[in-house]
């Protein structure tokens, strides 16, 4: 029944904290929609009614729980939890080895050479990509090869 009602089992809210995302503008609005409630509120007492203290009371709860339940639901609650365990990202990176990459445009470096430095396993390049992923590097001319 938990579950069907708060979507999650509650083993997970054990582990977890709800905070509200609510909007920066909303905070303005539910200010402005509590001053204007409790003035109503004030202003309804006023009158003399025909009722009892009890049904007064009963009913003044009641329409408190009402409030709170819809200034709730617009506060947006959220659950938030820990991830258990993050996968690293796998990156394939693509070396071209085709005939273009024995032009040398690096002074008298071919363009196949700057990149297998870049990407050799000490490149800094590759040591950064190694950082947050695993690396699978793979040759292509005129079909793709691993490395």
Known sequence: MFQWLFKYPAELYSRGTIEFAIPAGWVLALV????LATGLFLLRRRRPLA??????????LCRGTVLALLIVS???PVLVTAVPHVERGVVGVLLDDT???RIADQ??????????GAFASDGALRRALERR???HLYRFSDRAQPL
Not at 32 to 35: A, E, L, Q
Not at 51 to 60: E, N
């Open 32 to 35: 402005v929609v509590s001053v």
């Open 133 to 135: 992923f695993d690396v």
């Open 51 to 60: 009722l009892g203290a009890v049904d007064l009371v009963l009913l003044t």
């Open 107 to 116: 002074g008298d470096t071919p363009r196949a050479d700057v990149v297998r």
């Open 99 to 101: 005939l273009s990459m």
């Open 74 to 76: 617009l506060a947006r």
